[in-house]
């Protein structure tokens, strides 16, 4: 049973535009919530995360927003630029600020900006 | 500042083969240790996770091993490799307190 689903495997958005990249769980205990960016045959790096207390968490170009009523969150990229063109993680974790067995990660979504 | 490194990068290894993919973070202290693995159309996976030397947690079932003989070193290994043990193997860390995850390059295992 997946805790965490990234439903879309791919996604495709043309340059300067808005990514929308979105992400599902299940888990009402999950209280933390992280993006992590991941480029070919490289580790993932964290982008940006977000806290159950909180609705919105904006750092530059990236936005992510939780709606926990839902068990919804998305990661907003405007504008979307050719160096975003990666696969995005969502992860989830049981304790604030993620636990050390305590993150689920989805599956991934390929973001691909078209010129 | 701290850094990871795991190694080695790529691996093809035959069927029934061992294996040892080791990782080594720098600059702090007792961080917890992760591997995780990546497989073709799934996400990250956790593996094996430690908070201390010598203490090692499985998350799945598998031939798979690790240890920890050293604070900042943490070894994937295997007696012999399967077909499906094919994939790419992630080393993390995280502060003791836990937070964010910070991944080493990645070990890209095919099995033959």
């Known amino acids: 049973d997946q805790q965490v689903k990234q439903n879309s495997p791919s996604l495709s958005v043309q340059e300067g535009r808005i990514s929308i990249l979105n992400c599902d769980y299940t888990?009402?205990?999950?209280?933390?919530f992280l993006w992590y960016k991941k480029y070919p045959a490289e580790g993932p790096t964290f982008l940006i995360s977000?806290?159950?207390?909180?609705d919105k968490n904006e750092d530059g170009r990236f936005t992510v927003f939780l709606n926990k009523s839902a068990k919804h969150l998305s990661l907003h990229i405007v504008p979307s630029q050719p160096g975003d063109s990666a696969v995005y993680f969502c992860a989830a974790s049981l304790f604030s600020g993620g636990g050390a067995d305590g993150l689920t990660f989805g599956k991934g979504t390929h973001l691909i900006i078209q010129p | 500042s701290q850094t990871i490194h795991q190694w080695p990068a790529t691996l093809v290894q035959p069927v029934g083969s061992p294996l040892s993919l080791e990782c080594t973070v720098e600059?702090?202290?007792?961080?917890?240790l992760y591997w995780y693995r990546q497989a073709a159309g799934r996400g990250l996976q956790l593996l094996f996770y430690s908070v201390g030397i010598g203490q090692i947690s499985s998350e799945v079932p598998q031939n798979l091993s690790a240890s920890r003989p050293q604070d900042r070193q943490f070894i994937l290994s295997s007696k012999k490799l399967l077909l499906s043990d094919s994939g790419f193997y992630l080393c993390a860390w995280t502060r003791t307190g836990g937070g964010e995850l910070f991944f080493g390059e990645g070990s890209r295992l095919t099995v033959l």
């Open positions: 888990n009402s205990m999950f209280d933390y």
């Open positions: 600059g702090t202290s007792n961080p917890n």
């Open positions: 977000i806290s159950s207390i909180k």
